[in-house]
């Protein structure tokens, strides 16, 4: 019996172990709590080029999730009104409860949404922060905070993929023929003529060949060392890498203007002719004071707008472009760089 009695004290204890263990699978919270987000630099902020190695600090309370977790967190921003849907990050760490960047970078980040990055004015930024455990529960985000930001000019530099071919003779080291990540988060696009049809080409990441990727199954699967890529007919090819997933896609286009503002209406295209010195697509019309838009190929999976109310600086399936007055006019779509832009110039 005595037996009978210890065997049945150590089951009890082990079921009241195991319902212990039971007890801190506890899920997380219905009502978490998200960060507070501070920028102690205040609302309004001028960068100077002689503050560039100075940090500036962004701090935040801890999110609340109902369990102690090892949380990621992301300060991002975009330009106010935009819902981020442009996020640009901006610092990133784990648990700690601030981060900081130097004045430079922040600039580095702010400067392509100038229209005219050689004479800043002031940008209406928005800030949050992002708090996340991983990547199959949904971010808690901060209350927005607007912030506005005048970046001072530097050239900007940005990181880029070369892209020799046979189009261009198998340079790897042509500064001419390259596509940029606006945002260095290894995603690049950008727009290149080849002027011959079923054109070879491959990525170079230096001007040289010691890193580059081809696509061996021709399945928009970047392999390093790679077979050549193949284009079709010749003409203005968009690019696009995503180099942390190792995957990239290409699109032959041609360019035009639609709109209330023009000839056609939204119902007909006015297309455009691509001026390979200038590296521009132009067209002169006859326009309305009403709206327009950028599209390709005549369809609307690819056209551009603008976001910032005619500031010059196309944004991918913006606002409607407003033509102030009727004239005729000379109209410049340019995507030869990596910031896109427009310009409507009355003859």
Known sequence: M??????ILVLGLLSA???????????????PNASVLNLASGAQIILKKSDSAVPITYTWTAAQFGQPLVVTYLVEMDMAGNNFKNAIPVVQVN????????????????LPMEYDPK?????????????????????????????????????????????????QGWNPADS????????????????????????????????SWSTNWGDDGADGTLNPNGANIAA????YYKLNVDLPNLTHKFLLTKWSVIGDA???????DTDMAYDSIAK????????????????????????????????????????????????????????????????????
């Open 2 to 7: 005595k037996k009978i009695s210890i065997l």
């Open 17 to 31: 172990l195991s319902c212990k263990k039971d007890e801190t699978k506890a899920t997380l919270s219905t009502t």
């Open 95 to 110: 648990s700690l409860l601030q981060s900081s960047i130097n004045t430079y970078d922040l600039n580095q980040k702010i």
């Open 119 to 167: 004479n800043p004015t002031p940008i209406n930024l928005e800030f949050r922060v992002s708090s996340i455990i991983n990547q199959n529960i949904a971010p808690l985000y901060s209350v927005v905070i607007p912030q506005t930001i005048t970046p001072y000019f530097v050239k900007i530099v940005y990181p880029i993929l070369f892209v020799p071919g046979s189009y």
């Open 176 to 207: 001419s023929t390259t596509i940029a990540s606006v945002t260095s988060n290894g995603k690049y696009e950008g727009y290149i003529w080849m002027g011959i049809d079923n054109a070879l080409f491959k990525y170079c990441q230096g001007n």
């Open 232 to 235: 079709g007919l010749h003409g």
């Open 262 to 268: 023009t000839p056609g209406g939204w119902d007909t």
């Open 280 to 347: 521009t697509w132009k067209a002169t019309l006859n326009l309305t004071a009403a709206g327009l838009k950028f599209r390709a190929n005549h369809a609307w999976d690819l056209n551009y707008g603008d976001d910032g109310s005619n500031t010059g600086k196309l944004s991918a399936g913006g606002a409607n472009i407003t033509v102030a007055a009727a004239g005729n006019y000379t109209v410049t779509l340019n995507l030869s760089q990596p910031v896109y832009r427009y310009q409507l110039k009355k003859n």
